[in-house]
Structures are given as structure tokens and as C-alpha cells.
């Protein structure tokens, strides 16, 4: 599968995905940017999109649309803050629309 990679973040997150020469995004923790990136994220048809946890409820309504498209795909990464549930249950979401069950739902 061929396509373009994309990471949002802080800068301390993307930075090591830049020296990797990936598209990245980096973000203050303002709404309004995060969702700005997001949107140009979308609009630039990135085929994989990997966000840190810390932004990801901001971003996740631009990227709400897309869930049930092929592409991109949404990867949600905790970082160095203490994870707030919402790569679990973003991958939860994932594997449900993938398999038919919600496998996370016990944990």
C-alpha cells in the first residue's frame, strides 16, 4: 500500500518522526490549531495518520468523518503524559469496525 504518513502532535512528539523525513504536524494544546491540522490533514489524503493521545479528542471530531473510509488511517499514540484512555478506546473503535466485535470491551 502506497501513501503518505502524517503525525500530530506537540513537537516533542513529531520531532523523531521528522528525522524519519514523515509529514508532521506539530501543535500547541489549542483546540482551534489542533483541528486546523487535522482538517489539513484530511484534506491532503494522508493515508496514515498517527496522533498523539494528548490531541487526539480535539482532532477526533475532523477525523470522525473518515472512520468508516479505507484511508487514512487513524493511529492514536500515548506520549509522555500519563494516558488518558483515549488511544484505548480509539483502537476500540478501530478493531470493532475491522472485526464486528468490540473485543476491548471487558478491559
Not at 51 to 64: G, K, Q, S
Amino acid at each position: 500500500m502506497e501513501g503518505k504518513v502524517a503525525v500530530l502532535g506537540d513537537a516533542d512528539f513529531v520531532m523523531p518522526f521528522s528525522a524519519l523525513g514523515l509529514d508532521t504536524f506539530a501543535v500547541e494544546q489549542q483546540r482551534d490549531q489542533i483541528v486546523e491540522a487535522a482538517q489539513r490533514i484530511v484534506d491532503a489524503k494522508y493515508a496514515l495518520v498517527v496522533v498523539a493521545e494528548d490531541v487526539a479528542r480535539a482532532a477526533d471530531e475532523v477525523f470522525a468523518d473518515t472512520e468508516t473510509a479505507p484511508t487514512p488511517c487513524i493511529v492514536v499514540v500515548p506520549f509522555t503524559t500519563e494516558s488518558e484512555g483515549f488511544a484505548t478506546e480509539a483502537l476500540g473503535r478501530v478493531l470493532k469496525l475491522a472485526t464486528g466485535i468490540d473485543i476491548l470491551q471487558n478491559t
